[in-house]
């Protein structure tokens, strides 16, 4: 299908945005990673299946989404140093205060900095996407199953399904 060929290509185009957007200092802690095929549908049910288990709302819905799409493009962040400013946004006085702990989802603190590196990143993927008429969502909770999963080796990791089809299906969710 012409379609799914185009999406991979789409999606390459858009890793290829996130790696060149700006970092902070001129670091570079983005990790990109394509998913297809039978690594995306197991991730659509690990999705579903963490909703389940931990009661939290959206997770079926984002599943879905992500079991109708063609592609996900994940975008993470792996053992970002903080930027030595001291400037408290990421809840502690000092840069070295911030002591890493894995959470529940994801490992933090993070400098808020390469947060918005990651931003960044995200919003230059997707700006690709959307010149070149791809459907997408930034989709928080698959980077949460993706983590979980061991997809991506990540300590913050967002999701970005792909989809090509008549209607948007990332939008007029129930």
Not at 30 to 40: D, H, S, T
Request: proline share 2%; hydrophobic share 40%.
């Amino acid at each position: 299908m012409e379609e799914v060929r185009g999406l991979r290509t789409a999606a390459e185009l858009a890793a290829l945005s996130a790696r060149t957007a700006p970092k902070s200092k001129g670091e570079d802690f983005i990790k990109i990673k394509v998913l297809e095929g039978e690594e995306l549908r197991r991730l659509a049910q690990a999705i579903v299946e963490y909703g389940q288990r931990t009661g939290r709302g959206n997770f079926d819905r984002d599943g879905d989404n992500v079991k109708n799409s063609s592609a996900v493009l994940l975008i993470g962040m792996k053992d970002a140093t903080h930027c030595g400013l001291n400037c408290g946004a990421c809840g502690f006085d000092t840069c070295k205060e911030r002591v890493p702990r894995e959470g529940e989802e994801f490992k933090g603190p993070q400098c808020a900095w390469r947060l918005q590196d990651l931003g960044i990143a995200v919003g230059s993927a997707v700006k690709t996407l959307s010149m070149l008429n791809v459907d997408n969502r930034i989709m928080y909770r698959v980077g949460v199953a993706a983590r979980k999963m061991g997809v991506c080796d990540c300590d913050v990791v967002v999701g970005i399904p792909l989809s090509a089809t008549g209607k948007n299906i990332f939008f007029d969710r129930e």
